[in-house]
């Protein structure tokens, strides 16, 4: 993430969403937005997903990567990628902090951290609009 998100911005967005947190997640195919509940975890302006690469919300994003999300006050758009495997080494450092974050549940037998299908959705975003107490931010997540 650049430096053109105010400071105070990117407290709030850690404090909100650097932890397991629920958000809305919305893609579109032919037109037709599809929206989901999701647990995500924030970092320097990406969400970060644990799901099924075969589930409707990946084959979505594989054919049109633009995203949408929406949670405590802050909605954004993003680019959908799928970082792949949760298991594979190139996502190591993220996936010992997913494992963290979402510890209470990630082993319920929900995941099958064997299949290769289990991957790491990443949501970049671009741009989003965030309140709090009465201040409205309006963010630009885009390398500049």
């Known amino acids: 993430m650049n430096g053109s998100i105010p400071?105070?911005?990117?407290e709030l967005l850690k404090e909100r969403f650097g932890r397991d947190t629920l958000i809305a997640l919305a893609t579109v195919t032919d037109g037709i937005p599809s929206v989901r509940t999701v647990n995500s975890y924030y970092e320097d302006g990406k969400f970060y997903v644990i799901t099924y690469a075969k589930s409707a919300k990946m084959k979505q994003i594989e054919a049109n990567p633009n995203t949408a999300v929406s949670g405590d006050w802050f909605s954004a758009h993003g680019k959908g990628m799928n970082l792949g495997w949760f298991g594979k080494s190139e996502n190591r450092d993220i996936a010992v902090k997913l494992r963290h974050v979402f510890k209470d549940w990630i082993d319920?037998?929900?995941n099958n951290f064997d299949d290769e299908?289990?991957?790491?959705?990443?949501?970049?975003?671009?741009?989003g609009t965030l309140f709090s107490h009465g201040t409205r931010y309006d963010l630009d997540f885009s390398e500049k």
């Open 108 to 110: 319920n037998g929900h």
């Open 7 to 10: 400071e105070k911005a990117q």
């Open 117 to 127: 299908n289990t991957v790491i959705l990443c949501i970049q975003l671009t741009d």
